[in-house]
């Protein structure tokens, strides 16, 4: 009712307006005998007073209420469509800004987790550096130790050449003392008997007795001689086991070598496939890490 009223004050005032403006026109005409072109506009002026006149006729209470309930009814549609386009535009704002800030957050954890994942991958890297290092010395010992474990079995096995052959020249010096000897008692034996022969002979007074004298002694510088090379040949065989005895000790040193290098081998051997597996899980982390940052 409300709108219907101002609208029928504004019609009254611009109706009133256009009288005053009409009187005005028309004292114009009378006094100055204005032209044609004036009382065409007079006539204009005429019927849009005469048009606002019947706008202002008195309509009916019935046609101003549903006028207004239709009017009130368009009104709320608009509003209501208002409000649901603002609601669309709020939600449409609203996931646009979740979307925005979840964006936001997931931005902030792949750049944390690429920070990680880069400084677990140079960590990575520097221990493989290291573990190549290391492995590369390990493989280099092992050659070495390889190298002395084979110099070692080489020389030892000369030793136990040497050995045997020491040990064949003593027998065949202790055979050679026993024949000596089997020949130094004979001779003692033909000695013992020559001389009790010369008491025999000296007794009953036998002209040979320088001849057998002569015999005896010579008998005795072979028994001497034996003697004296029984002498040397203990003395070689003494010599001979002493040399036994060093190349016996030096087999031992060797084979306490040879048995520290084996198992320094074995724990370097243990140590490279230690650090290989090490390796392969460090290339397997490696390629996970670039997985996860790809």
Not at 93 to 108: A, C, G, P, T, Y
Not at 153 to 160: A, F, P, R, S
Not at 163 to 176: F, H, K, P, S
């Amino acid at each position: 009712m409300a709108i219907i009223s101002n609208e029928f004050i504004q019609q009254k005032q611009r109706s009133n307006d256009l009288e005053d403006e009409l009187q005005l026109i028309q004292k114009y005409s009378k006094s100055t005998q204005t032209k044609a072109a004036e009382q065409d506009e007079l006539k204009e002026k005429q019927q849009q007073i005469t048009t606002l006149r019947n706008d202002l006729i008195p309509r009916s209470t019935t046609d101003d209420a549903d006028v207004l309930k239709r009017e009130l009814i368009t009104i709320q549609q608009c509003m209501n469509e208002m409000a649901l386009e603002k609601e669309q535009q709020i939600d449409k704002l609203r996931n646009i800004l979740i979307e925005k800030f979840n964006l936001s957050i997931h931005d902030e954890l792949i750049n944390a987790n690429t920070s990680q994942i880069e400084h677990e991958i140079n960590a990575i890297k520097q221990f493989v550096g290291v573990t190549h290092k290391r492995q590369e010395n390990v493989k280099n010992t092992v050659k070495y130790m390889r190298n002395r474990l084979l110099e070692n079995q080489t020389e030892m096995k000369q030793l136990k050449q040497t050995n045997i052959q020491l040990q064949n020249d003593v027998q065949i010096e202790q055979r050679q003392i026993h024949s000596y000897q089997n020949q130094t008692e004979t001779l003692n034996n033909e000695i013992h008997l020559l001389k009790n022969n010369q008491v025999i002979q000296t007794k009953i007074g036998d002209d040979q007795d320088n001849d057998r004298q002569n015999f005896i002694r010579q008998i005795i510088q072979e028994k001497d001689q034996y003697e004296q090379q029984i002498k040397e040949c203990r003395i070689q065989i003494k010599e001979i086991n002493n040399q036994r005895q060093q190349i016996q000790d030096e087999c031992d040193h060797m084979s306490k070598q040879i048995l520290q290098i084996t198992n320094e081998k074995n724990q370097l051997q243990n140590e490279q496939i230690r650090v290989n597996n090490e390796m392969d899980l460090l290339k397997k982390q490696l390629d996970e890490n670039n997985k996860d940052k790809v």
